[in-house]
């Protein structure tokens, strides 16, 4: 069994729906971050960075004792070893979705946290600033971003070439999110793509399941996220 500990977050659901993917049985166990207990490493089977996602899995494949693993991107390739699916076999394919899978880890997510940060939060953090430089810098950047995904996909039906990979999972519930706050109809290569990981049962699966625990956020009927701050979380919120 896997535990998942978690709070809302678009990185802990490319965990849950690698979960849902590959068939693997797991836990939720809700971290209270407006609380910060994710700083307590006991509340987090002793991962140490204070950050979530974090699992933990009791069945190791090594049959050794069990396995803490965090950081999302280390969770997917974790998963997916375990798993035996969502990583190509082959070396150069297999490259490919590791390299994307770090561009978002890198790029995407970073970038578009900082975007929606200073669009959301920062206003109500310190309303006497003006923080339209900010919003302006990361939202270009965001955008940036936007552009190399489209061509990508122009170019091959999944990120990582002709295969649903980790590379997938990892950026989807960032651009599902965006395209809820803001939009992304000028990106029709996205948007295709975006649609048929979507209609995946694992996805559907997935957010069903995130949809069953009071969290922060909400779901309209396209699956599409809606997000409501919690009230004195952005001071503890240490999620990536």
Known sequence: MIDLFFATSTNVYKIIIALEELGLSYRLQLIDISKG???????????????LP?????????????????????IL???????GALLPDEPRARLDAIQWLFWQVGGLGPISGQA?????????IAPDRDHDYAHSRYHNM???????????????PWLAGAGYSVADIACYPWIVYYDAQEGIGAYPNILRWRDAVAARPG????????????????????????????????????VT
């Open 37 to 51: 207990e994710q700083l307590d490493p006991a509340n987090l089977a002793g991962s140490p960075t204070q950050k």
């Open 77 to 83: 390739l974790y998963l997916a070893e375990k798993g």
């Open 116 to 124: 929606f940060h200073f669009h959301a939060f920062a206003p109500r």
């Open 142 to 156: 965001m955008s940036a971003l936007w552009r190399v995904m489209d061509r990508k996909l122009g170019e091959t």
């Open 203 to 238: 996805v559907i699966r997935a957010y069903d399941r995130i949809g069953q625990v009071k969290t922060g956020y909400a779901f309209n009927d396209e699956k599409k996220v809606a997000f409501y701050p919690w009230e004195g979380v952005v001071q503890n919120m240490i």
């Open 54 to 74: 974090v699992i933990r899995d009791d069945e190791p494949a090594d049959g050794g004792d069990p396995r803490v693993v965090f950081e999302s991107g280390a």
